[in-house]
């Protein structure tokens, strides 16, 4: 797979969690060649638009979207100009991905299947009601949680997608990063994965072998 397939393949995965996220929260997303988009506000921390090619016409990505104070855009290709429709950068960020790799010698994640164990990987993730019970009906998600001796949740990660997997809401409030990366790598090491990272937060995932594949850009109104 050519480095521009790999960041179409990631943005589109990457559009298909963020329409699953806002699908558990009751919003229904729409998409279409250009882009994914919802037309009503995103949950917190999840864009209202993710482009899906290079080139989108920026007037119409907007006219999708609630475009006022609050909105986000994913420029998955970094090549959108939203500044003079009142968007600043809020961050740069890359794409990442690892290719199926050899058996690992790292102990993988284990999933969370209930409700309150759900509960308890958000409390400690920081997403409190963002993570919802449908989650865990969906076929396409994995939530992911490392436990230390007494059953506290110390890191976890979201998989999702069907081939190449998502990586994302990777967190770890005992390990190390650089841990969870490569005890995700470990859940599915026949598997291509993706995900994207910002700048200040990428080296664990490259130290877990991923590699970097394209740049991409958040866009947030006021």
């Given at each position: 797979?050519?480095?521009?397939?790999?960041?179409?393949?990631?943005?589109?995965?990457?559009?298909?969690?963020?329409?699953?996220?806002?699908?558990?929260?009751?919003?229904?997303?729409?998409?279409?060649?250009?882009?994914?988009?919802?037309?009503?506000?995103?949950?917190?921390?999840?864009?209202?638009?993710?482009?899906?090619?290079?080139?989108?016409?920026?007037?119409?990505?907007?006219?999708?979207?609630?475009?006022?104070?609050?909105?986000?855009?994913?420029?998955?290709?970094?090549?959108?100009?939203?500044?003079?429709?009142?968007?600043?950068?809020?961050?740069?960020?890359?794409?990442?991905?690892?290719?199926?790799?050899?058996?690992?010698?790292?102990?993988?994640?284990?999933?969370?299947?209930?409700?309150?164990?759900?509960?308890?990987?958000?409390?400690?993730?920081?997403?409190?009601?963002?993570?919802?019970?449908?989650?865990?009906?969906?076929?396409?998600?994995?939530?992911?949680?490392?436990?230390?001796?007494?059953g506290v949740v110390t890191g976890g990660a979201v998989l999702s997608g069907d081939g190449?997997?998502?990586?994302?809401?990777?967190?770890?409030?005992?390990?190390?990063?650089?841990?969870?990366?490569?005890?995700?790598?470990?859940?599915?090491?026949?598997?291509?994965?993706?995900?994207?990272?910002?700048?200040?937060?990428?080296?664990?995932?490259?130290?877990?072998?991923?590699?970097?594949?394209?740049?991409?850009?958040?866009?947030?109104?006021?």
């Amino acid at each position: 797979m050519q480095e521009d397939e790999r960041v179409a393949a990631a943005a589109r995965n990457n559009a298909e969690w963020c329409d699953i996220v806002c699908g558990s929260q009751g919003l229904a997303g729409r998409t279409d060649a250009d882009a994914w988009w919802v037309p009503h506000r995103s949950p917190q921390w999840y864009p209202d638009a993710v482009t899906l090619r290079p080139g989108v016409d920026a007037e119409t990505l907007l006219a999708r979207i609630d475009a006022g104070p609050g909105a986000s855009v994913k420029d998955s290709f970094a090549d959108l100009d939203l500044s003079g429709y009142g968007f600043r950068v809020l961050f740069d960020a890359q794409w990442i991905h690892r290719p199926p790799s050899a058996p690992p010698v790292d102990t993988p994640l284990a999933p969370v299947t209930t409700p309150d164990e759900l509960v308890a990987w958000a409390a400690a993730h920081g997403g409190g009601d963002l993570f919802r019970p449908a989650l865990l009906a969906d076929p396409r998600v994995r939530v992911l949680a490392r436990y230390d001796d007494r059953g506290v949740v110390t890191g976890g990660a979201v998989l999702s997608g069907d081939g190449p997997y998502g990586v994302s809401n990777l967190f770890a409030r005992v390990d190390t990063s650089r841990a969870i990366w490569r005890a995700v790598c470990a859940t599915v090491p026949d598997a291509p994965l993706v995900g994207y990272e910002s700048t200040a937060e990428l080296a664990p995932a490259l130290s877990a072998g991923f590699t970097t594949t394209g740049p991409l850009r958040i866009w947030l109104h006021g």
